[in-house]
């Protein structure tokens, strides 16, 4: 995988489609469980039965002694059932089913947008989804799915409004567009803007918002392609007025002073949300007052966190890293939750996750293909914005970000790396349903301390192993302080006491928990090759339970 570079933005790398396979769909995470009459729900309090069943209870049916318990939602399925079918408390235990209205919309390609729906699917480069890894479009589009009334900016490449799946959902200046021919109608200094504003020449705007690259279609498709019309994808507005705004060229690139009329621009035409899919450069006072001038007017500017695997809490990429109050900055996961390679984190400069990995959508010239970026991921978290609007038109911009932190859905592969540690989710934002504390996630569990160290830097073809036991423990997880080594390259594998492979790690994992590893004892082989050599790892501490 390649996310290429430009001198001042951010693009993304094509890839192919494969073949898709469903399975039947269920609650992410969550399982009901019949009891033993040995082991009625009437004899424990919810706590204590989630202990002894090593899951959250969520809900009970007392009558018939079932309970609805809830794991993580990225832990395998398969092996979720068989360690809940294994406790001597349990009777029968079953996927949480779901059954439903056919509120699934009826586009052909639906099957292929993992981000929107992943029920297990294979993505474009053939790796299995994990069940849940999503945004919880459906359930949301019980609720809304999207308003006429909510417009969203697109600031990129523009948008290829004559796209099948675009066309309808496309803004219009209907004061030009009703208006004279070479006359500004509306008086907001640009002449026959009808379907947006080209910055890519600043000195010389062109009315016309048109993608000639691709990349601003392509993110324009995961925001709103037109739902429920028999054609291509959906996208997560069925219904929403996309405002094309172009600053970056056929090459991908484009000028500060060119991001800033796009801004104003979007913010003077009356856009409720500002989708940034892009980035580079270094810091603009500039650049931030216009950004400051949309937080004024009560929009949302979503903001990609960039592909470098950098940490802007360290490393602040621009314009995600300004400290301007409606700035909401999304990290890429990919379909089993894990934060992509690419993308760049950090646990108090980056809010949420979102699909970021082969995420199909619409390109230019009517067709559809899967690209990779935080570029996709961000589109997602605007499309869940546009929901909110639609639901909640009183909602200013600053309103919509909190309740999409709030409500963020906590991953692993996210807690440490962003600042909600969650990836966004569309139905949990509509019903504002803050996440409880996830009684699997280490962070909850009892710790000791433990002192566990590379060199610093490590040396060239390093192999070193270190063990590590915790007396009585069913699960433990280690905590590294700090973790960098040459990402792909030089590696920690953990293994369980029977030899087992649980985990491999590699790149930045600073301020982060391991995965979980079953049982009371860990081996820890680190590994790297004759190249980079990075500062290493320290643990500082073992949680366990």
């Known amino acids: 995988m390649q996310i290429h570079g430009r001198s001042l933005f951010m693009l993304v790398s ?146 290829d409004y004559n796209h099948p799946d675009l066309k309808d959902n496309v803004w219009t200046n209907e004061a030009e567009l009703n208006g004279q021919a070479g006359v500004d109608d509306d008086g907001n200094g640009y002449v026959d803007d009808v379907y947006g504003m080209n910055f890519t020449e600043a000195s010389k705007p062109v009315a016309n918002g048109l993608d000639d690259h691709g990349h601003g279609s392509h993110c324009s498709g995961v925001i709103g392609a037109r739902g429920d019309d028999g054609r291509g994808i959906v996208g997560l507005n069925w219904n929403v007025r996309i405002m094309p705004v172009k600053f970056l060229g056929a090459d991908g690139g484009g000028s500060l002073e060119g991001a800033i009329l796009a801004i104003d621009y979007a913010t003077k035409m009356g856009a409720k949300i500002l989708s940034n899919s892009w980035g580079g ?80 959508s619409s390109i230019n010239g009517g067709g559809y293909d899967s690209w990779s970026g935080t570029s996709m991921a961000t589109p997602h978290v605007s499309g869940i914005a546009g929901l909110l609007a639609a639901n909640e038109p009183g909602l200013t911009g600053v309103e919509m970000k909190t309740r999409i932190m709030a409500t963020a859905q906590r991953l692993p592969g996210l807690i440490g790396k962003t600042k909600t540690g969650g990836l966004a989710n569309a139905y949990t934002a509509l019903t504002n349903a803050v996440t409880p504390p996830d009684m699997n996630d280490p962070a909850q569990w009892a710790s000791k301390p433990a002192a566990i160290s590379s060199a610093h830097p490590y040396a060239k073809k390093t192999k070193e192993t270190f063990e590590l036991d915790v007396p009585g423990a069913k699960e433990i997880s280690l905590y590294f302080s700090r973790f960098d080594t040459e990402r792909n390259y030089d590696k920690v594998t953990l293994y369980d006491r029977a030899g087992n492979k649980v985990a491999e790690m590699s790149g930045n994992f600073d301020d982060s928990y391991s995965p979980a590893i079953s049982g009371d004892y860990v081996r820890l082989v680190f590994t790297s090759d004759d190249s980079v050599e990075n500062y290493g790892f320290d643990i500082t501490k073992v949680a366990y339970r």
């Open 14 to 159: 094509l890839f192919c489609l494969t073949a898709m396979a469903a399975k039947p769909e269920a609650v992410p995470g969550e399982f009901v469980v019949k009891l033993r009459e040995s082991a009625s729900t009437h004899q424990f309090s919810a706590q204590s039965l989630s202990q002894k069943l090593g899951a959250y209870v969520k809900s009970s049916i007392p009558e018939h002694n079932i309970v609805v318990v809830k794991r993580p939602v990225i832990e395998n399925s398969a092996f979720a059932l068989n360690t809940l079918s294994l406790n001597p408390m349990v009777e029968v235990v079953e996927p949480n089913y779901i059954y439903r209205i056919n509120r699934t919309p009826n586009d052909p390609l639906f099957g292929n947008l993992w981000g929107l729906r992943n029920v297990g699917q294979n993505d474009s480069e053939n790796q299995i989804g994990m069940t849940g890894v999503d945004v919880a479009a459906e359930k949301a589009w019980d609720i809304t799915t999207g308003s006429s009334n909510v417009v969203i900016a697109v600031i990129d490449t523009g948008v």
């Open 281 to 360: 450069g270094g810091y603009s006072q500039l650049l931030k007052e216009a950004i400051e001038r949309s937080n004024a007017a009560g929009t949302l500017f979503v903001a990609a966190a960039g592909n470098e695997s950098n940490n802007n809490d360290t490393a602040a990429t621009y314009p995600a890293s300004y400290d301007v109050e409606n700035i909401l900055t999304v990290a890429a996961i990919d379909n089993r939750g894990t934060l992509a390679s690419f993308s760049n984190y950090g646990k108090k400069s980056v809010h949420v996750g979102a699909p970021g990995v082969n995420v199909y």
